[in-house]
Nanobody
């Protein structure tokens, strides 16, 4: 089974930056993390999990939600997924999760399309 572990969360002042990492290990039916599309989601208490950004298997197609467009950058390399977050705002505070979709492309941002999840990392942004 592919397993995901996030890191890099923490407390930052508004306007600051954080880089989240997601390290993958293991295989699922002979396929590894590098065979699948991957994404970052976030969730705050009382709200549904929200897709933030997604990247295709080959990294050639990326997608962002409007609130983070131009501030966040998703990337991947050798069983790792990254999210560079710049110019952070208080509304970016959440638990951030990485997830894998068993497809080449992202095909949407609904959490139900992603079958493998990490445990999450907390991002707190002070105003």
């Amino acid at each position: 089974q592919v397993q995901l572990v996030e890191s890099g969360g923490g407390l930052v002042q508004a306007g600051g930056s954080l880089r989240l990492s997601c390290t993958a290990s293991g295989t699922t039916y002979g396929s590894s993390f590098d065979d699948f599309a991957a994404a970052w989601f976030r969730q705050t208490p009382g709200k549904e999990r929200e897709g933030v950004s997604c990247i295709s298997k080959y990294g050639d197609v990326v997608d962002y939600i409007d609130p983070v467009e131009g501030r966040f950058t998703i990337s991947r390399d050798n069983a790792k997924l990254y999210l560079q977050m710049n110019h952070l705002k208080p509304e970016d505070a959440a638990i951030y999760y990485c997830a894998v979709r068993k497809s080449v492309y992202c095909l949407g941002s609904s959490p139900s399309g992603y079958s493998i999840w990490g445990q999450g990392t907390q991002v707190t942004v002070s105003s």
